[in-house]
């Protein structure tokens, strides 16, 4: 057991806040919280059989055997996790937390053929949903965003990171980022927030890209710098997009004001995104579908983490996935996230899961490894969050599964029996038994 081995020695039990007992498997994940994991080191999950934690001030305190655990604290909050899985939180690495309306109408197009950037192309996409969070007050736009950071917990994310990025103007940026702002102080989530301004050309720069690049460097990076909000500073990098010279040039803009570089790479055509990640010191490069294996093999070298986004993937249709095991051959850390968005309607990390085991072929563990301490690093949280070590945040899932095999295995259902926020049960299935089995009447 690690933790408050030298309280037991009178026989008085200390009080904990919280205790999670007789895990059939407690995965930890821990001993990464340095440096994300690569090779093979993403099959090591630290497991414990017959685990237990124990939880003071919202921080764990101590994690071992159960019978360990339950020498030393006593507490009236005890969690029987009997036949069950427990598991650090999600991190989900990668969202688009903040807009207005839907695209299902396009969804449609796809289903039948017209490509992403054909219907970005025509004004559509990213500049529809531009228009509609243009239009949309504060105050839905909150509305909106705390909806889904409720499901997003409910299918166990207990961190996510929320780019902006449907402003496209001074203004509407700072509104979206102080909507994330105020959803990182009013929700149980824990919200990390990135500013891509350089997520589209808006329709009124059309005609003069480097403007609006000027524009995003000169006024929009000061702007959120200065009010502190953002930590990351992103751009979608992409053929008819943001080119590699303008990529750099915001990148460089962001760094000098204090926001860490993160990139859409290589997500439709190969651009050379994972290289100039890795010429840049990325925290990350996210998408990487198309990425030559020297931009991987730099990425390695660097240490840039490789946020894969299996939904969005599956989403474009085209059949395509990011190739998971050569960027772990190579040493690359793989990490990931949803990409939440209007055309990628998911806020479940669970299916994210699934789709890296089924179409990346990764192992339920090294997805695990991905979803959690790994995705913590990409979103500078590995301190606090993504396993289940002493002094951390206790950020803890509960699975109504026998072990973590089933993660990826089951799928397109919620595996979630109980979530754990900062120490406090926030979603709790259990409790709603009662209602449960539904018979006819
Ligand atoms: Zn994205």
């Known amino acids: 057991m690690i933790g408050a081995q030298k309280r037991s020695k009178h026989g008085v039990k200390e009080n904990a806040d919280l205790l999670i007992v007789n895990a059939n498997e407690l995965v930890t994940v821990e001993g990464?919280?340095?440096?994300?994991?690569?090779?093979?080191?993403?099959?090591e999950l630290g497991i414990i059989r017959n685990g237990s934690l124990a939880v003071k001030d919202g921080k764990i305190v101590a994690v071992g055997k159960t019978p360990d655990i339950i020498r030393v604290f006593k507490s009236e909050n005890v969690i029987n996790a009997n036949g069950k899985t427990v598991l650090p939180g999600f991190v989900d690495a990668h969202t688009h937390l903040v807009f207005a309306g839907s695209?299902?109408?396009?969804?449609?197009?796809?289903?039948?053929?017209?490509?992403?950037?054909?219907?970005?192309?025509?004004?559509g996409g990213i500049l529809r949903t531009v228009r509609e969070t243009r239009k949309a007050s504060v105050e839905k736009l909150g509305d909106l965003t705390v909806e889904r950071l409720d499901v997003m917990l409910e299918h166990g994310t207990t961190t996510v990171e929320a780019k902006s990025g449907y402003g496209l103007t001074t203004k509407d940026e700072l509104k979206i980022l102080e909507v994330v702002q105020r959803a990182n102080q009013l929700h149980a989530m824990d919200v990390v927030p990135t500013f891509l301004g350089a997520h589209a050309i808006p329709l009124e720069y059309q005609g003069s890209p480097q403007g609006y690049v000027g524009l995003v460097v000169d006024e929009m990076i000061p702007k959120v710098a200065e009010?502190?909000?953002?930590?990351?500073?992103?751009?979608?990098?992409?053929?008819?997009?943001?080119?590699?010279?303008?990529?750099?040039?915001?990148?460089?803009?962001?760094?000098?004001?204090?926001?860490?570089?993160?990139?859409?790479?290589?997500?439709?055509?190969?651009?050379?995104?994972?290289?100039?990640?890795?010429?840049?010191?990325?925290?990350?490069?996210?998408?990487?579908?198309?990425?030559?294996?020297?931009?991987?093999?730099?990425?390695?070298?660097?240490?840039?983490?490789?946020?894969?986004?299996?939904?969005?993937?599956?989403?474009?249709?085209?059949?395509?996935?990011?190739?998971?095991k050569v960027m772990i051959n190579f040493g690359v850390p793989v990490a990931l996230g949803t990409d939440f968005n209007p055309s990628c309607m998911v806020e479940n990390m669970q299916l994210v899961v699934a789709f890296a085991c089924h179409f990346?072929?990764?192992?339920?563990?090294?997805?695990?490894?991905?979803?959690?301490?790994?995705?913590?690093?990409?979103?500078?949280?590995?301190?606090?969050?993504?396993?289940?070590?002493?002094?951390?945040?206790?950020?803890?899932?509960?699975?109504?599964?026998?072990?973590?095999?089933?993660?990826?295995?089951?799928?397109?259902?919620?595996?979630?029996?109980?979530?754990?926020?900062?120490g406090r049960v926030v979603i709790d299935k259990e409790a709603r038994k009662s209602e449960f089995p539904i018979l006819k009447e």
Do not use: W
């Not at 990464?32 to 099959?43: E, H, I, L």
């Not at 695209?103 to 025509?122: C, K, N, P, Q, W």
């Not at 010279?245 to 997500?267: C, F, W, Y």
């Not at 563990?365 to 301190?383: C, D, F, P, S």
């Open 360 to 422: 990346m072929k990764l192992t339920s563990a090294e997805a695990i490894t991905a979803a959690t301490i790994n995705a913590a690093h990409a979103v500078g949280r590995a301190g606090e969050v993504g396993s289940l070590e002493v002094g951390k945040k206790a950020d803890v899932i509960v699975l109504d599964v026998p072990n973590h095999k089933f993660l990826g295995y089951s799928f397109g259902v919620n595996l979630v029996d109980k979530v754990v926020k900062n």
């Open 103 to 123: 695209r299902e109408d396009e969804f449609h197009m796809r289903v039948e053929g017209t490509s992403y950037l054909e219907i970005l192309g025509a004004g």
């Open 227 to 324: 009010k502190g909000l953002a930590e990351f500073c992103d751009v979608f990098c992409e053929k008819g997009v943001f080119g590699l010279e303008q990529t750099r040039r915001i990148l460089s803009a962001g760094k000098g004001s204090g926001l860490k570089p993160k990139v859409h790479a290589d997500e439709m055509s190969q651009l050379g995104g994972a290289e100039l990640a890795a010429d840049f010191g990325a925290v990350s490069a996210d998408h990487l579908l198309f990425s030559s294996d020297e931009g991987l093999r730099a990425m390695a070298d660097k240490g840039v983490i490789a946020v894969l986004l299996p939904a969005a993937a599956f989403s474009l249709m085209n059949g395509r996935f990011a190739d998971a």
């Open 32 to 43: 990464g919280s340095q440096k994300p994991r690569t090779g093979a080191q993403m099959q």
